[in-house]
């Protein structure tokens, strides 16, 4: 077994993070739609917990916020002139246009892309595949972009795989790494993945909110990784659970190491799920299911709260698993309740950190949406651009960096200002210079 450590690269939120209520399944982003958001709180607020990790031992890393507004969508949207012409034309003719090239949600880097470590793969190479997110028009926009960021840090193909995403077709819809949780004894050691998928290729849609993930891309994505199918699951996401809000698997489920940590309404068929990733950890690892009952914490609660969009964590010396979870979470009588009991017993999971992420968690996205993680030996942390790995050194200086450049308030009607996509331009670059990413720009 080689010595690997997990990465947790989280989004840094871009200048432009507004409440455009652009995504439907999500019931934080349309509650919250059309509010006055504070991009500089957001941005400070997502660094804190990567410094929370940082100061923890944790390796963290960083991928940079997206060029926005999209010009390239305001083209193709048949506005023409210069930048400011185009802004004003969208703002005055097709508004909801305007906010879906502003969107900031390439924060919520849980859905760039699926990774499998080179401990699970057949070449030995650490893979990605970024997620099309061809279901919202918002985030169908971002994979071109997150391909080139994941191409500058994960350079050289002796250590890393970056592939193209799935076609951007409704039977191909993939969400990335929202619906994959990887398990393992050690984060070094050959592991088990779980895709878990809302619908299967041609289905028609049945429920309240559409089912994002397909079948056939999770399958797609396990082939281009080259996983072996003995260690391989796949898993229907329960169609309660999607209409309930839970947009991605991971509003009710996360997992690490050995531990599955899980809402009782998460699977379709729980009895088979668990069977059959016992089935695939057989010689390599005991699962070790944590399921809450539905009559200790209601469906809804998990949501609200996001109990489980947390970062479950191997902390250096630290027996047991730490949950990092939202504010709402301990704000919520039950979820509240139920850590307490969590971090009473004798389970896998001893200790509950709540942080403040409240920016995006009004628009949908907790602690886990905000990091994509990756398993990285030595070899492969040194073969990647050291730029995208922080210390608080950096950290400080990317905060100083977001206090001097980020408005502090920020409503839909000030997307129609030309020159705020300018402000946007100006700090992104700023940013992409602390990361040396100048190709980026």
């Given at each position: 077994m080689t010595d690997a450590f997990e990465v947790n690269f989280d989004g840094l939120i871009g200048p432009s993070h507004n409440y455009g209520g652009l995504s439907d399944g999500n019931l934080a982003s349309a509650r919250n739609a059309g509010d006055v958001s504070n991009p500089r709180e957001a941005a400070v607020q997502g660094l804190e917990k990567m410094r929370k990790l940082v100061r923890a031992g944790l390796v963290q890393g960083i991928l940079p916020p997206l060029a926005r507004p999209n010009f390239d969508l305001l083209a193709s949207a048949g506005f023409g002139g210069s930048d400011a012409q185009m802004i004003e034309a969208a703002a005055a003719t097709a508004p909801r246009l305007l906010k879906v090239a502003y969107s900031a949600s390439s924060m919520w880097t849980a859905n760039a892309a699926t990774v499998s470590p080179?401990?699970?793969?057949?070449?030995g190479r650490l893979h990605f595949t970024p997620a099309n997110l061809s279901a919202m028009l918002h985030r169908s926009l971002e994979h071109p972009d997150t391909t080139a960021s994941l191409v500058s840090i994960f350079a050289g193909e002796d250590h890393f795989a970056v592939h193209s995403a799935l076609?951007?077709?409704?039977?191909?819809?993939?969400?990335?790494?929202?619906?994959?949780?990887?398990?393992?004894?050690?984060?070094?050691?050959?592991?088990?993945?779980?895709?878990?998928?809302?619908?299967?290729?041609?289905?028609?849609?049945?429920?309240?909110f559409?089912?994002?993930?397909?079948?056939?891309?999770?399958?797609?994505?396990?082939?281009?990784?080259?996983?072996?199918?003995?260690?391989?699951?796949?898993?229907?996401?329960?169609?309660?659970?999607?209409?309930?809000?839970?947009?991605?698997?991971?509003?009710?489920?996360?997992?690490?190491?050995?531990?599955?940590?899980?809402?009782e309404f998460a699977f379709e068929d729980m009895v088979a799920t668990l069977a059959a990733l016992r089935a695939a950890a057989s010689g390599r690892f005991e699962l070790s299911p944590v399921m809450v009952p539905d009559a200790d914490v209601p469906l809804a609660d998990a949501i609200s709260s996001y109990l489980f969009n947390s970062q479950l964590l191997q902390v250096p010396g630290e027996d047991r698993l730490v949950l990092v979870a939202p504010g709402e979470t301990q704000e919520t009588k039950s979820t509240r309740a139920f850590c307490e009991r969590l971090v009473q017993s004798n389970g896998p999971i001893g200790r509950v950190e709540f942080v403040d992420v409240r920016q995006s968690m009004r628009n949908g996205g907790g602690p886990a949406c905000l990091r994509l993680r990756v398993v990285m030996t030595e070899d492969e942390l040194a073969a990647c651009h050291q730029g995208a790995l922080l210390d608080e050194e950096q950290i400080d200086e990317l905060q100083a960096c977001v206090r001097a450049t980020y408005r502090d308030r920020l409503s839909p009607a000030d997307l129609a200002d030309p020159a705020?996509?300018?402000?946007?331009?100006?700090?992104?670059?700023?940013?992409?210079?602390?990361?040396?990413?100048?190709?980026?720009?």
């Open positions: 080179s401990a699970d793969t057949a070449d076609p951007a077709h409704s039977d191909f819809a993939d969400e990335g790494a929202a619906n994959h949780v990887r398990l393992c004894a050690e984060h070094g050691a050959p592991g088990a993945e779980l895709f878990v998928y809302g619908r299967e290729s041609g289905d028609q849609v049945t429920g309240a559409p089912a994002r993930q397909t079948l056939l891309a999770a399958q797609s994505v396990a082939r281009a990784h080259m996983l072996d199918p003995a260690r391989t699951v796949f898993a229907r996401q329960s169609r309660r659970a999607i209409d309930a809000g839970a947009f991605h698997n991971d509003v009710v489920c996360v997992g690490a190491l050995g531990t599955l940590f899980f809402h705020f996509a300018e402000e946007c331009r100006l700090a992104r670059e700023a940013l992409l210079d602390i990361l040396e990413l100048g190709d980026l720009a």
